[in-house]
Structure formats: structure tokens, C-alpha cells
């Protein structure tokens, strides 16, 4: 299995400095802004989404899906994390250090499962769930991060595989069975919100 | 030490992302109460000029690119709470500024059909106009507990 791990870590890394359009590509999606902001502007536009007010409200709760699990799949990375520990691939082979400088930085985290591969797929599974067209499309920022951090040999395959399943399964959860019991309160919080105009 | 990304940085580029993806929600979905200007050609290149301006502004300019983007900045929770404030500031402004400049030059309240309710009254009507016309409603159907 860490044979596997390091045998498609190394097709990643291999793409590296190999031809500066890609490099940049990569620094853009693997940088700690750029796909977090954009998905979130994604989920901004969702909130006033819609050609009727069914067709929004159902968009307003993929959102409200979508932030609850995003929280959660942080919450469960950080117990996972303590579970199961093993070091970066770039501590683990100290000539991958070139890779990290090239596309990212060195970071400290724990490194199973991937933080932002939980938190991109929390949001795509989430908004997928009801709206198909809006869930691909974050879809795509949520694919291309983890990538990002595996040329930069950040994570291993293993990694960000592990926080992607966490990430979905966080918003099936969350989705399906946590926030129908917040049901009254949540359909409280929409009548506030239509009174004032903004839901 | 390497330049990193500053607080207020992040706070101007999602406050001006923000108020752009608001004026091209406002121009596709028709809610021209969220929009400063009605005619759809300038609503989207506002909303084209404050995303790209932003996105260019905190990613491109001085080679940021190759330099601070490389670097550790906010850490995520620290993230997520200035894109919440700045998230919050954009929809302010931008339902206060629209609220305004329709005050200055009413071309909404068109009234050639009945108003939508929350949001969808933003069709119409001006927020403060719509905010005004819920509370007024309310009175009149009394408290309903």
C-alpha cells in the first residue's frame, strides 16, 4: 500500500518544473486562497440562485448543507488526524523539498487525511445533493486543490483519498441525517430571513 | 522574512469579489434591487471589473504570484472568519448603495405586477423599499403570534 502511495505520488511530483504555464497553474490551485475563495463565491451566488422562490430556497439550503459539513469535516479531520499520523512526503524524502518550494510551502498539519481535500469535497457532495449543475462546478476547484498538493508532494494519495471519502460521507451525513432535526429551527431562520428580505 | 498575505489584504479582495458576484447574481436572476445600475450591459461589467480586478489585485500584481502566494498567511479559521466579515460588509453595502442610488433615480417599483415576497420582492423594488413593505404588511395583519 505505501509502495502504491509512493508509486502515484511520484507521477505527480513528476509534473513539476517541467514547464512554467503548469507550475503557475498549480501554485494558483494549490495556494491556501484561491480555490477556497472561489468556492465560496460559488456559494455565495447560490444563496440568491433561483427562478422562483422554491427553486432558491432549495439552492439556500445546499448552502446551509454545505457550510454545516464544511465545519464538520474540519471537526473530523482534526479526530482522525490524531488516530492515524504519518509525516509528509516531503519529510519523508527530503528531495521532494524542491517540489514543496516550487508550488506551495512546507506546512505542519497533520498530514491523514487531507484537510482540504475534507473540506472541498464536503462542499461539492453537499451542494450536489441538490443542485447538480452548481455541485460539478465546485467539483472542479475541489479536484484540481488536492492535485495542486500532490505535485507539490504536500500529501500522499492516500491522504487526500482519505479526506475526499471523509469529506462526501461528512455531507451525506450532515445532509441526510443531522440537519432534518434542525428542521423547525432551520425553517424558523428562513421565515426571519424572508421578512427582512433576504432569503 | 518572506512578505505574507495581511488581513486587511484578504478582507478588500473577498469584499470586492463579493460585491461583484452580487451584481452578476443581481443581472441574471433579475433582482434589480441589488444592482447599481439597471441596464445589464454596465451591471456586468461592474461585476466583471471588481472580480477580475480583485482576483488580479490580490494575486497578480508585483509578481505576488511567485512570492506571497508561496507563502503561509492566514491559517483557515482565521480565513474563514474575514471572508464571513467581508462576505457580511459586501451584502451591506451593496443593498445600501442600491437602496440609495434608486432613492436618487427611481426607475423601479414598475408595479405592473404584484410584488414577490423576500427576496423576490428585490425584482421591484429597492431593499429599503421591500424591507419597508414587509414590515408595513406585518402591522397590517396584526400579530400572529
Redesign the interface.
Known amino acids: 500500500m505505501a509502495h502504491l502511495d509512493e508509486t502515484v505520488l511520484s507521477w505527480f511530483t513528476a509534473m513539476v518544473g517541467k514547464w512554467s504555464v503548469l507550475d503557475r497553474i498549480l501554485i494558483l490551485f494549490a495556494n491556501d486562497y484561491f480555490p477556497v475563495v472561489a468556492i465560496s463565491l460559488v456559494l455565495l451566488y447560490l444563496w440568491f440562485m433561483g427562478k422562483n422562490p422554491v427553486e432558491r430556497e432549495n439552492n439556500q439550503r445546499a448552502l446551509i448543507n454545505a457550510a454545516v459539513s464544511i465545519g464538520s469535516a474540519c471537526g473530523f479531520v482534526l479526530a482522525f488526524s490524531h488516530l492515524n499520523w504519518h509525516g509528509h512526503p516531503f519529510e519523508e524524502a527530503p528531495e521532494l523539498i524542491d517540489n514543496v518550494n516550487r508550488i506551495f510551502y512546507p506546512i505542519h498539519d497533520p498530514a491523514f487525511p487531507s484537510n482540504t481535500s475534507a473540506v472541498t469535497f464536503a462542499a461539492a457532495a453537499s451542494v450536489w445533493q441538490r443542485n447538480r449543475q452548481v455541485g460539478l462546478l465546485i467539483l472542479v476547484p475541489a479536484i484540481l486543490m488536492p492535485v495542486a498538493k500532490l505535485a507539490a508532494a504536500v500529501y500522499y494519495p492516500s491522504d487526500v483519498l482519505a479526506g475526499a471519502l471523509l469529506g462526501i460521507a461528512t455531507a451525506y451525513f450532515i445532509s441526510n441525517l443531522v440537519m432534518p432535526c434542525f428542521e423547525p429551527f432551520v425553517s424558523r431562520v428562513f421565515i426571519v430571513l424572508r421578512r427582512l428580505c433576504l432569503a | 522574512m518572506d512578505e505574507v498575505?495581511t488581513r486587511w489584504e484578504?478582507v478588500v479582495?473577498?469584499f470586492l469579489?463579493?460585491v461583484g458576484?452580487?451584481q452578476?447574481?443581481?443581472v441574471?436572476?433579475r433582482?434589480n434591487g441589488?444592482l447599481f445600475f439597471r441596464t445589464k450591459a454596465v451591471a456586468y461589467v461592474i461585476s466583471f471589473l471588481a472580480l477580475a480586478g480583485s482576483f488580479w489585485w490580490?494575486?497578480v500584481r508585483d509578481d505576488r504570484?511567485?512570492t506571497v502566494?508561496?507563502?503561509?498567511?492566514?491559517e483557515?479559521a482565521q480565513?474563514f472568519y474575514y471572508?464571513c466579515l467581508a462576505?457580511f460588509l459586501a451584502v451591506v453595502f451593496t443593498l445600501a448603495l442600491s437602496s440609495l442610488l434608486h432613492a436618487v433615480r427611481p426607475r423601479l417599483c414598475s408595479m405592473s405586477r404584484v410584488p414577490?415576497?423576500?427576496?423576490?420582492?428585490?425584482r421591484d423594488m429597492s431593499?429599503f423599499q421591500?424591507?419597508r413593505r414587509?414590515?408595513k404588511s406585518?402591522r397590517a395583519d396584526g400579530p400572529s403570534g
Not at chain 2, 69 to 74: I, S
Not at chain 2, 116 to 122: C, F, I, K, N, S
Open positions: 498575505v484578504y479582495f473577498v469579489a463579493c458576484v452580487l452578476l447574481v443581481g441574471r436572476t433582482l441589488l490580490f494575486f504570484w511567485d502566494m508561496r507563502c503561509t498567511g492566514l483557515g480565513q471572508f462576505a414577490g415576497q423576500g427576496l423576490d420582492a428585490l431593499y421591500a424591507v414587509s414590515f406585518r
